[in-house]
């Protein structure tokens, strides 16, 4: 099963492979690496916020409120930074992450001290973080030039040929995988999705568990937050409307099981970017813009058939002679 | 720490005193002592509901008890969290798999105490390298890095086993480890038991079987209704005596079975054949009848008769009820027929546990009790009354969800509500399976009855006695195919053990 | 266990009268919230208690309603359907494109029905046939279904639907009672009467509760659920028809966020989220309690998107107040 799971990482990049190679036939400036380097910048946000929906969703989970999250806390940093031009943009970004962080441990407390099904919470958390940010700001937009010069420009300033976004998405995706492979919470995340009530026996609190990855999942989306805010240089309360979808869509064809416990980083990153390579293309050949949303939700459909047909699981082989012929080829 | 104490062999590990747990309207636990040894296996032994899983969950740290002390070596000591039980070295290996499928088997025994490295990471190449020792040293043939659940449960148990040595537990607790393996992997378990013996742990093993408990326990406490009734040495015990403090009586495991002529051939089954799973599968089931069915868990009955009701397709043969033919496409069409299957799995694929006890029963028979798609409640109270009390069914209502009764009442409500189609043939997976004494000799009054009305019966059982006792003939599975057929008058103990195990040569 | 075991022969049916559990229920609960909110309302603005724009704030809430008495079935069911605001969005742009061949209003309205119970039928299909988990399918059919709508609008909106196609949601049967009003309590009652008091309802309640036991009680579990689909799919057709007739235009837009007003509706009466239990009387109630915090809200002059932090805090409370109120019960009995 793990070989089919490599496996099947595989197939996501071959999939992306081919795909820029079909464009590139009729569009060959697709894939020059400039444009290649602005597909993957492009695609950093999601990709960062699919790992952190990745954890959530390991653990049997599922948080909806995580666009929201975003948009708040990118609403926050950047009237801070309308207000206060002054604050360093550390210090910005490390209340920007503790706030979504803070966002995201509301919604892991009442999963866990509370029992409330996380798909109810974050539905209700949603709409209050929506709410809270039209409270902040009164229904104002915070424009570019509100905004310093430094808050824009920090995301697209380009080191060693990457603009800054695509750094950090790089040193996220790093962080996780150290997260994943290497710590015991890490594990315990997989634990608490494989087998719930073992984990309570093995010594890992389950909704503890829960909690964590809802945290981090916040201080991801508060992170994303400030990307989003400064890459458009605009903040209002609709930023990021619907984009919780595309994120669950990124985990979905990176192939984590929405059953919990299955799932690599990965997967999700490759999810994200497959998404973002077909999002940059339509204009490229030519497909309405308009047409982005429906394309994204059949390939949403065609990889649960694909998962699903991944996890089947296959039924009891009693027959000695069943036994040999599975052997076999 | 444990060196010391195998010297000194009579201080118990841990003790257990003056233990009592409540639950709404339960008292689960009511001053329970209970003492381990190093070095010793004490078996814990009860009815369902007798409170032993309640003890197993104070004793892993999931439950807190409302009093009590507990000591481990002497100190007094407090489990508020199943973290803090293992950190204590104690574990527990249990009757559901509580290990991890999709993790490989290293990772099942190191998780929660992995080795790190300087910066607080997981050394895997250390993980390994110590799952693979501890595996070799068990004399486990199994590969580290497989993932779990591809795994036979025997090799399962013997990873959890192997988790238990990783911790350096002290105590281990097996609750009904055996459960669900065959002769050879029990005995197999059993040479493991020993290792840990020698190795100076303290075993509590849990087990409903008196030949095993007999095989491996050295000390023995028995539970009755959430308190001790006895401990002692197995040694100066006999299992009647066991039997009697554990249900209060002394009683008869003689089996009602009624003498009964079969009649005529009712279900026919033909060279019924799955590509996987059985072939060749032909017999023929008369009125009145009991057919059993006996073989090692996984020999395929299970499999054969969930096809009879329309559950899995078969890849070819033929069933014919009354001389018609009657092979299910559905479980809908199979009930239509008059072919129903008390499953095996109660609380899975039996009871609707938070429906109540009227709504089980009347479900399968929903066709009848309604009128053009319209519920009778009426008339599904009435159709519940006439089957609980048939059964002896005890419940304070029949609006009472089937989720609060006990294993027994729920097994009779399971039995209760397709019966109540009136069938022709019904199969019984293993009716009996982990319920107490007293509803087990009343399932099997009932089923004697059932045969003595002329219902055919097809029995499923891996439990020897019962299939002796309660069949009129018996057919034995192994890997997916008949291995032998007997009539009652012909049915020995060790015949059948041989045939479905595939022990060649003279029984004499 | 059970504190009273009765011997066999005088188990009773019920150890309390309907009446009496009906009085516990969360039902009672609700009624008794819609009664405060409806005085509190009374108090907060002079001009609530006016038939008029009583009548007006239930054109607040009787669409999503409509499909909230579906949207309880399949929750009950174990299953959920998010693309249900897609599938007006879907639906009304099919209507705004017939629009344009001169088809009259049967026509339209047969097509925006017809176009549900097809989206209805995609989703059952891959749900049911397929066995995948409704709610990545959903998810997926919700950009899906939207995303045609987008492909054949774009930016654009279809207008000029037939006057005698404004009655559905525009017009009045009698008086201030709306037909939108009075098809909601129709369409109640019939859900009322499928979910409560028929053996399809019954089996929906045995499928959430346990889908693997109600197989093996010869339930035909896809069945079900594929007709659930369908249902869904057909009310949000119900819906799309109302809500282009009242807006009397299509912009792919419309309806937008729907899905969640619905299921926080739903899962506010008292149906059990991971599916099993629940009411259509509790659904019902909980639509005017919606209706009547959006009105009166809005009467305060409060913007609509305030108005859904109340709705989100109203979601999390409700599920989680009794989870409190019991911790804190049972640790005074302690």
């Given at each position: 099963m793990k070989a089919l799971l490599k496996h099947r990482e595989l197939i996501l990049v071959a999939a992306i492979a081919v795909l820029i190679g079909l464009i590139s036939l009729r569009f060959p400036a697709f894939i020059a690496p400039r444009n290649m380097v602005r597909v993957f910048d492009d695609t950093s946000i999601l990709a960062i916020l699919a790992l952190g929906q990745m954890l959530v969703i390991l653990t049997r989970c599922i948080d909806l409120s995580m666009a929201a999250n975003l948009a708040l806390c990118g609403m926050v940093m950047a009237m801070l930074n309308a207000a206060f031009p002054g604050i360093p943009m550390p210090l910005l970004l490390a209340v920007g992450i503790s706030l979504g962080a803070g966002l995201g441990a509301i919604n892991g407390l009442l999963v866990w001290k509370l029992d409330i099904p996380s798909i109810v919470v974050t539905l209700g958390t949603m709409t209050i973080f929506r709410g809270s940010i039209f409270l902040l700001s009164s229904g104002q937009w915070v424009n570019a030039h509100q905004m310093s010069d430094a808050f824009k420009a920090l995301p697209r300033a380009v080191m060693l040929g990457l603009p800054v976004s695509s750094w950090i998405a790089i040193a996220v995706i790093g962080l996780f995988v150290l997260l994943m492979s290497r710590t015991p919470l890490g594990r315990s995340f997989y634990a608490v999705g494989v087998n719930p009530t073992a984990s309570v026996y093995t010594g890992i609190d389950v909704g503890r568990t829960r909690f964590f990855a809802f945290t981090i999942a916040g201080a991801v989306a508060g992170l994303a937050g400030y990307l989003?805010?400064?890459?458009?240089?605009?903040?209002?309360?609709?930023?990021?409307?619907?984009?919780?979808?595309?994120?669950?869509?990124?985990?979905?064809?990176?192939?984590?099981?929405?059953?919990?416990?299955?799932?690599?980083?990965?997967?999700?990153?490759?999810?994200?970017?497959?998404?973002?390579?077909?999002?940059?293309?339509?204009?490229?050949?030519?497909?309405?813009?308009?047409?982005?949303?429906?394309?994204?939700?059949?390939?949403?459909?065609?990889?649960?058939?694909f998962n699903a047909r991944n996890e089947r699981k296959k039924g009891r082989i009693i027959l000695k002679k069943a036994e040999k012929a599975e052997v076999a080829p | 720490m444990h060196k010391v104490l195998e010297t000194e062999a009579a201080a118990p590990s841990l003790t257990l005193s003056g233990i009592s747990k409540s639950f709404p309207g339960v008292k689960a636990l009511d001053n329970i002592a209970l003492e381990l040894y190093p070095g010793q296996v004490t078996a814990l032994i009860g009815e369902n509901g007798a409170g032993k899983s309640t003890l197993v969950k104070i004793m892993t740290g999931i439950y807190q008890p409302d009093g009590g002390a507990i000591t481990l070596n002497g100190q007094d000591i407090t489990l508020p969290t199943a973290h803090a039980a293992l950190g204590l070295g104690i574990t527990a290996i249990h009757q559901e798999t509580v290990l991890f499928d999709e993790l490989s088997v290293a990772e099942n025994i190191f998780l929660g105490h992995a080795p790190r490295t300087r910066f607080g990471m997981i050394d895997w190449r250390k993980l390994r390298a110590?799952?693979?020792?501890?595996?070799?040293?068990?004399?486990?043939?199994?590969?580290?890095?497989?993932?779990?659940?591809?795994?036979?449960?025997?090799?399962k148990h013997l990873v959890a086993v192997a988790r238990a040595l990783s911790i350096e537990a002290q105590i281990v607790i097996m609750d009904e480890p055996t459960a669900a393996l065959s002769h050879k992997e029990i005995e197999e378990l059993f040479v493991l038991i020993d290792l840990l013996k020698q190795d100076g742990k303290a075993i509590l093993f849990i087990s409903h079987k008196f030949d095993e408990i007999f095989r491996v326990a050295d000390r023995y406490a028995v539970f009755r209704d959430g308190e001790m009734v006895g401990a002692g040495l197995m040694k100066d015990t006999e299992q009647s005596q066991l039997v009697r403090m554990m249900v209060g009586r002394s009683?008869?495991?003689?089996?009602?079975?009624?003498?009964?002529?079969?009649?005529?051939?009712?279900?026919?089954?033909?060279?019924?054949?799955?590509?996987?799973?059985?072939?060749d599968i032909s017999f023929s089931l008369r009125e009145g009848e009991i057919l059993g069915f006996y073989g090692l868990v996984g020999a395929?009955?299970?499999?054969?008769?969930?096809?009879?009701?329309?559950?899995?397709?078969?890849?070819?043969?033929?069933?014919?009820?009354?001389?018609?033919?009657?092979?299910?496409?559905?479980?809908?069409?199979?009930?239509?027929?008059?072919?129903?299957?008390v499953p095996e799995e109660r609380g899975r694929q039996g009871a609707i546990t938070g429906l109540p006890i009227f709504q089980n029963i009347s479900l399968p028979s929903l066709k009848k009790t309604s009128k053009s798609g319209f519920l009778r409640l009426a008339e599904e109270f009435a159709l519940a009354r006439k089957y609980s009390e048939r059964l002896d069914l005890r419940a304070s209502s029949l609006s009472q969800e089937v989720g609060t009764l006990s294993g027994g009442n729920q097994q009779k409500v399971v039995i209760g509500k397709w019966l109540a189609t009136a069938p022709r043939v019904i199969i019984l997976d293993e009716p009996t399976k982990g319920i107490d004494i007293g509803s087990k000799a009343a399932v099997h009054e009932f089923i004697s009855e059932l045969a003595a009305d002329g219902l055919a019966i097809i029995m499923v059982s891996s439990e020897l006695p019962e299939i002796m006792g309660m069949s009129d003939n018996v057919i034995v599975m192994r890997e997916g195919r008949i291995a032998g057929r007997f009539a009652r008058e012909h049915l020995d103990a060790e015949t059948l053990v041989r045939t479905a195990a595939g022990i060649e040569g003279d029984p004499a | 266990m059970s504190a009273v075991s009765h011997s066999p022969r005088n188990i009773p049916d019920r150890l309390e009268s309907p009446f009496k559990s009906a009085l516990k229920s969360w039902e009672m609960l609700l009624i008794i919230v819609a009664i405060a909110i409806f005085v509190a309302n009374s108090f907060a603005s002079p001009y609530f208690l006016n038939p008029w724009s009583l009548s007006d704030a239930t054109f607040n809430f009787t669409e999503k309603a409509i499909i909230a008495l579906a949207m309880a079935m399949v929750i009950i069911s174990g299953e959920i359907d998010l693309s249900v605001a897609s599938i007006i969005a879907l639906a009304s742009t099919a209507m705004g494109f017939a629009l344009q061949f001169g088809v009259d209003t049967p026509t339209l309205v047969a097509i925006g029905l017809l176009v549900g119970v097809a989206c209805g039928a995609f989703n059952g299909m891959l749900v049911s046939g397929l066995g995948l988990p409704s709610i990545v399918v959903t998810i997926g059919t919700?950009?899906?279904?939207?995303?045609?709508?987008?492909?054949?609008?774009?930016?654009?909106?279809?207008?000029?639907?037939?006057?005698?196609?404004?009655?559905?949601?525009?017009?009045?049967?009698?008086?201030?009672?709306?037909?939108?009003?009075?098809?909601?309590?129709?369409?109640?009652?019939?859900f009322y009467i499928i979910l409560h008091r028929t053996s399809f309802g019954r089996s929906v309640f045995a499928i959430g509760n346990n889908p693997v036991a109600a197989q093996f009680s010869g339930i035909r579990v896809r069945r079900i659920k594929f007709i659930l689909f369908i249902l869904t799919g057909l009310m949000s057709g119900v819906a799309a028809v109302l809500l282009t007739s009242r807006l009397g235009s299509t912009r792919p837009s419309i309806a937008f966020a729907w899905e969640l007003e619905v299921v926080?509706?739903?899962?506010?009466?008292?149906?059990?989220?991971?599916?099993?239990?629940?009411?259509?009387?509790?659904?019902?109630?909980?639509?005017?309690?919606?209706?009547?915090?959006?009105?009166?809200?809005?009467?305060?002059?409060?913007?609509?998107?305030?108005?859904?932090?109340?709705?989100?805090?109203?979601?999390?409370?409700?599920?989680?107040?009794?989870?409190?109120?019991?911790?804190?019960?049972?640790?005074?009995?302690?």
């Amino acid at each position: 099963m793990k070989a089919l799971l490599k496996h099947r990482e595989l197939i996501l990049v071959a999939a992306i492979a081919v795909l820029i190679g079909l464009i590139s036939l009729r569009f060959p400036a697709f894939i020059a690496p400039r444009n290649m380097v602005r597909v993957f910048d492009d695609t950093s946000i999601l990709a960062i916020l699919a790992l952190g929906q990745m954890l959530v969703i390991l653990t049997r989970c599922i948080d909806l409120s995580m666009a929201a999250n975003l948009a708040l806390c990118g609403m926050v940093m950047a009237m801070l930074n309308a207000a206060f031009p002054g604050i360093p943009m550390p210090l910005l970004l490390a209340v920007g992450i503790s706030l979504g962080a803070g966002l995201g441990a509301i919604n892991g407390l009442l999963v866990w001290k509370l029992d409330i099904p996380s798909i109810v919470v974050t539905l209700g958390t949603m709409t209050i973080f929506r709410g809270s940010i039209f409270l902040l700001s009164s229904g104002q937009w915070v424009n570019a030039h509100q905004m310093s010069d430094a808050f824009k420009a920090l995301p697209r300033a380009v080191m060693l040929g990457l603009p800054v976004s695509s750094w950090i998405a790089i040193a996220v995706i790093g962080l996780f995988v150290l997260l994943m492979s290497r710590t015991p919470l890490g594990r315990s995340f997989y634990a608490v999705g494989v087998n719930p009530t073992a984990s309570v026996y093995t010594g890992i609190d389950v909704g503890r568990t829960r909690f964590f990855a809802f945290t981090i999942a916040g201080a991801v989306a508060g992170l994303a937050g400030y990307l989003w805010v400064a890459r458009y240089a605009v903040a209002y309360v609709d930023i990021a409307g619907g984009f919780e979808l595309q994120i669950i869509a990124a985990c979905v064809i990176g192939g984590i099981s929405i059953a919990g416990g299955i799932g690599t980083v990965g997967g999700a990153v490759l999810g994200a970017l497959f998404l973002g390579v077909v999002n940059n293309a339509l204009p490229v050949i030519n497909v309405s813009p308009f047409a982005q949303m429906a394309i994204s939700g059949a390939v949403i459909v065609i990889a649960v058939i694909f998962n699903a047909r991944n996890e089947r699981k296959k039924g009891r082989i009693i027959l000695k002679k069943a036994e040999k012929a599975e052997v076999a080829p | 720490m444990h060196k010391v104490l195998e010297t000194e062999a009579a201080a118990p590990s841990l003790t257990l005193s003056g233990i009592s747990k409540s639950f709404p309207g339960v008292k689960a636990l009511d001053n329970i002592a209970l003492e381990l040894y190093p070095g010793q296996v004490t078996a814990l032994i009860g009815e369902n509901g007798a409170g032993k899983s309640t003890l197993v969950k104070i004793m892993t740290g999931i439950y807190q008890p409302d009093g009590g002390a507990i000591t481990l070596n002497g100190q007094d000591i407090t489990l508020p969290t199943a973290h803090a039980a293992l950190g204590l070295g104690i574990t527990a290996i249990h009757q559901e798999t509580v290990l991890f499928d999709e993790l490989s088997v290293a990772e099942n025994i190191f998780l929660g105490h992995a080795p790190r490295t300087r910066f607080g990471m997981i050394d895997w190449r250390k993980l390994r390298a110590e799952a693979k020792d501890i595996l070799a040293s068990m004399g486990a043939p199994i590969d580290p890095n497989a993932r779990l659940k591809d795994l036979s449960i025997a090799n399962k148990h013997l990873v959890a086993v192997a988790r238990a040595l990783s911790i350096e537990a002290q105590i281990v607790i097996m609750d009904e480890p055996t459960a669900a393996l065959s002769h050879k992997e029990i005995e197999e378990l059993f040479v493991l038991i020993d290792l840990l013996k020698q190795d100076g742990k303290a075993i509590l093993f849990i087990s409903h079987k008196f030949d095993e408990i007999f095989r491996v326990a050295d000390r023995y406490a028995v539970f009755r209704d959430g308190e001790m009734v006895g401990a002692g040495l197995m040694k100066d015990t006999e299992q009647s005596q066991l039997v009697r403090m554990m249900v209060g009586r002394s009683v008869e495991r003689a089996f009602p079975k009624l003498d009964v002529t079969p009649g005529d051939v009712v279900l026919d089954v033909n060279n019924l054949s799955h590509p996987t799973e059985f072939e060749d599968i032909s017999f023929s089931l008369r009125e009145g009848e009991i057919l059993g069915f006996y073989g090692l868990v996984g020999a395929g009955r299970t499999e054969v008769m969930q096809t009879l009701f329309g559950i899995t397709k078969p890849s070819g043969g033929s069933v014919r009820l009354d001389g018609k033919p009657a092979l299910a496409k559905n479980p809908a069409k199979a009930i239509e027929s008059g072919i129903v299957y008390v499953p095996e799995e109660r609380g899975r694929q039996g009871a609707i546990t938070g429906l109540p006890i009227f709504q089980n029963i009347s479900l399968p028979s929903l066709k009848k009790t309604s009128k053009s798609g319209f519920l009778r409640l009426a008339e599904e109270f009435a159709l519940a009354r006439k089957y609980s009390e048939r059964l002896d069914l005890r419940a304070s209502s029949l609006s009472q969800e089937v989720g609060t009764l006990s294993g027994g009442n729920q097994q009779k409500v399971v039995i209760g509500k397709w019966l109540a189609t009136a069938p022709r043939v019904i199969i019984l997976d293993e009716p009996t399976k982990g319920i107490d004494i007293g509803s087990k000799a009343a399932v099997h009054e009932f089923i004697s009855e059932l045969a003595a009305d002329g219902l055919a019966i097809i029995m499923v059982s891996s439990e020897l006695p019962e299939i002796m006792g309660m069949s009129d003939n018996v057919i034995v599975m192994r890997e997916g195919r008949i291995a032998g057929r007997f009539a009652r008058e012909h049915l020995d103990a060790e015949t059948l053990v041989r045939t479905a195990a595939g022990i060649e040569g003279d029984p004499a | 266990m059970s504190a009273v075991s009765h011997s066999p022969r005088n188990i009773p049916d019920r150890l309390e009268s309907p009446f009496k559990s009906a009085l516990k229920s969360w039902e009672m609960l609700l009624i008794i919230v819609a009664i405060a909110i409806f005085v509190a309302n009374s108090f907060a603005s002079p001009y609530f208690l006016n038939p008029w724009s009583l009548s007006d704030a239930t054109f607040n809430f009787t669409e999503k309603a409509i499909i909230a008495l579906a949207m309880a079935m399949v929750i009950i069911s174990g299953e959920i359907d998010l693309s249900v605001a897609s599938i007006i969005a879907l639906a009304s742009t099919a209507m705004g494109f017939a629009l344009q061949f001169g088809v009259d209003t049967p026509t339209l309205v047969a097509i925006g029905l017809l176009v549900g119970v097809a989206c209805g039928a995609f989703n059952g299909m891959l749900v049911s046939g397929l066995g995948l988990p409704s709610i990545v399918v959903t998810i997926g059919t919700m950009s899906l279904f939207r995303g045609i709508a987008y492909i054949v609008l774009g930016d654009q909106a279809f207008r000029g639907y037939p006057s005698d196609f404004a009655f559905f949601g525009q017009g009045y049967v009698w008086w201030v009672i709306s037909f939108e009003l009075v098809l909601f309590l129709a369409l109640a009652v019939v859900f009322y009467i499928i979910l409560h008091r028929t053996s399809f309802g019954r089996s929906v309640f045995a499928i959430g509760n346990n889908p693997v036991a109600a197989q093996f009680s010869g339930i035909r579990v896809r069945r079900i659920k594929f007709i659930l689909f369908i249902l869904t799919g057909l009310m949000s057709g119900v819906a799309a028809v109302l809500l282009t007739s009242r807006l009397g235009s299509t912009r792919p837009s419309i309806a937008f966020a729907w899905e969640l007003e619905v299921v926080t509706m739903v899962v506010l009466g008292g149906v059990s989220i991971l599916g099993g239990a629940g009411s259509i009387f509790g659904v019902v109630i909980a639509a005017f309690i919606m209706g009547l915090v959006t009105f009166g809200l809005g009467l305060l002059n409060v913007p609509g998107i305030v108005m859904s932090i109340f709705i989100g805090l109203m979601l999390i409370s409700v599920i989680g107040l009794p989870v409190v109120i019991r911790r804190v019960r049972a640790r005074m009995a302690a």
